[in-house]
């Protein structure tokens, strides 16, 4: 059995701040380059990415990124797309009765899009670099089309920040194996069994501050009523499916 360094894997974060050194063209290259081996979906490749590196646009689009702290410092700004506008034409061209603006394709592309993603991530890490994602790339997916001019069957579905990091970065908790590993089927777990397992983010040390600022009696409402409440969910869900249809649906 083939050795791994386990200890990139046990101790990477994600970096939020960068250096101002550069990161090349080759460099970059190279990073997507064998990114591109990882698996797809039928050997299709539903995707496409779209480097940003120009500061007058990372700008444009770190403001539909919120301006996180991760979006305006990269120096690049990579938009993993699902992708299914290469492959259809490339069907049209060929005279094939082409069917991928529905949901299922959709999910299709979305899968290969997000294995990209992490590929990238790991070879972008273990080469030196930090990387981030900016989940906001579904958030406004709409706006983020528009300024990258995507066609209508490539919609943004992450972003990643990349670049020298300046410093470690903050190390994050994480829940237990039993907590998301099932063997043979799906175990309902018990109320307390529920609440020991998520201990391990309750009692961690960094996330006990953001009860008390935001008033709340636990870590639980502080996720579902600051961070992702109803209100965000249902008008951001509402306006990403109006801007699917039509295109996936």
């Known amino acids: 059995m083939k050795e791994i360094d386990k200890t990139y894997y046990s101790s ?48 444009r689009l770190a403001e539909l990124h919120f ?5 305006t410092g990269a120096p690049v700004l990579l938009t993993i797309c699902a992708d299914f506008e290469r492959f259809t034409r490339w069907c049209e061209i060929g005279k094939a009765d ?25 070879i972008a890490e273990q080469m030196g670099l930090g990387t981030c994602y900016l989940g906001t790339a579904i958030y406004n997916a709409p706006q983020i089309a528009e300024l990258l001019n995507l066609p209508p069957l490539a919609m943004p579905v992450a972003c990643l920040a990349i670049g020298w990091p300046d410093g470690e970065g903050v190390a994050t908790e994480r829940l237990p194996l039993r907590a998301w590993v099932h063997e043979e089927s799906y175990r309902a777990d018990t109320d307390e069994e529920i609440v020991d397992l998520y201990k391990v983010k309750d009692e961690y040390p960094a996330n006990q501050p953001f009860i008390a600022e935001n008033g709340k009696e636990n870590l639980a409402q502080v996720f579902a009523e600051v961070r992702y409440p109803r209100a965000m969910n249902e008008e951001f869900s509402r306006r990403l499916l109006e801007y699917m249809r039509g295109r996936w649906m």
Do not use: H, K
């Open 98 to 122: 082409a069917a991928y603006g529905n949901f299922l394709s959709f999910t299709s592309a979305f899968a290969d899009a997000m294995i990209l993603s992490q590929q990238i991530v790991t």
């Open 12 to 59: 990477r974060r994600s970096i939020r701040r960068f250096t101002d050194r550069e990161v090349s063209s080759e460099m970059l290259s190279e990073i997507l380059e064998l990114a591109g081996r990882a698996p797809t979906c039928g050997n299709m490749q539903l995707y496409s990415v779209v480097v940003t590196r120009d500061a007058a646009a990372r700008a």
């Open 67 to 71: 301006n996180q702290p991760a979006s």
